[in-house]
C-alpha cells in the first residue's frame, strides 16, 4: 500500500532476503574434518563426491564436533524492520554486519505491518504462552494505528530536516517498525546457532519461540544454505536442529 506522495509511508509485510555471495559446500566441512587424521591429504577431499562421505558429516553433527562446519561463508543482504535487526544482532559469534546508516542517508519512509496471517494476540503467562489470531477489529485497529503512527513519526522527520537538523538526531522520531539493511556474513554453523534459535521446526530437539518476523528472515536464509550444503543441511534436521 503506498501513496503517490513520497514522503507518505509505503508500508510491507514481507522482507527480504538475497544471497550475494558464499563460497559454500559439504566438501568444506569433509576436507576441515580429515585434516586430523591424514594432513595435507585432506586436500584431495576438494577433488571428490561429498555424498561419498556423508555419513561422516552426520558423524560430525551427532557427536557436535563444530569446527569443520566453519570453513565456509555466506553473505545475505537482507531487508527487514528495525525491530528484526536489533534482535538479529544479538548473535555475534561467526557473524559480520554492516548496516545503512541514519547519520549518513536520508531514511526511506518504509514501515511494517503485519498481514493476515501474523497472529496478533498472545496469551498465556511468561515462558508458557501461545499466539492467537485476534479478532477483526483488533486487525484493523493495528493496520489503522500504525498507519496513522507512521505518518506521524515521518512527517517529523521530514520538519526537522527541513529545519537543518542533522539526520542522526531527527531520526529519534522514527519507530522500530521502519525498513532497514544490512549485509550479514556467516559460516554453517553459526547460521546453524540462529536457526535453532529463530526457527520453529517440527524436527528440533528443543523448542523455541521466536518472533515470527525474524523467523521470516531464518526461513529465507536456511533455503539458500540448503541449497549450498544439502547434505550438512539434512544432517543438522537428522540431528534435532542443534547447531555442532
Not at 535487526?85 to 545503512?100: A, C, I, K, L
Not at 511494517?112 to 477489529?137: A, N
Not at 531520526?171 to 520453529?200: I, K
Amino acid at each position: 500500500m503506498t501513496s503517490g506522495d513520497d514522503t507518505q509511508p509505503f508500508l510491507r509485510s514481507d522482507v527480504t532476503v538475497e544471497l550475494v555471495k558464499s563460497s559454500a559446500s559439504d566438501g568444506d566441512v569433509l576436507f576441515a574434518a580429515r585434516v586430523s587424521t591424514v594432513g595435507e591429504q585432506s586436500l584431495e577431499e576438494l577433488q571428490k563426491d561429498p555424498e561419498r562421505s556423508k555419513g561422516l558429516i552426520n558423524f560430525l553433527m551427532r557427536d557436535r564436533h563444530g569446527s569443520p562446519f566453519e570453513h565456509n561463508s555466506m553473505t545475505f543482504f537482507i531487508s527487514a524492520p528495525i525491530f528484526v535487526f536489533r534482535e538479529f544482532m544479538r548473535h555475534r559469534v561467526g557473524w559480520s554486519y554492516n548496516e545503512e546508516s541514519g547519520r549518513y542517508r536520508e531514511l526511506e519512509p518504509v514501515f511494517y505491518v503485519p498481514d493476515e496471517s501474523r497472529k496478533l494476540v498472545q496469551e498465556g503467562r511468561p515462558g508458557k504462552y501461545v499466539f492467537v489470531d485476534g479478532t477483526p477489529s483488533q486487525r484493523a485497529a493495528v493496520q489503522e494505528v500504525l498507519d496513522e503512527s507512521y505518518q506521524q513519526a515521518y512527517a517529523a522527520y521530514q520538519k526537522l530536516l527541513a529545519e537543518g537538523v542533522a539526520r542522526e538526531v531527527a531520526r529519534a522520531v522514527l519507530p522500530v517498525g521502519l525498513y532497514s539493511s544490512m549485509y550479514a556474513t556467516c559460516n554453517a554453523r553459526s547460521l546453524m546457532h540462529f536457526l535453532g534459535l529463530r526457527t520453529q521446526h517440527e524436527l528440533a530437539k528443543v523448542p523455541s519461540f521466536p518472533q515470527r518476523e525474524i523467523e521470516m528472515v531464518g526461513e529465507k536464509m536456511e533455503q539458500e544454505w540448503a541449497r549450498l550444503m544439502p547434505l550438512t543441511h539434512a544432517a543438522f534436521n537428522t540431528n534435532g536442529r542443534v547447531a555442532p
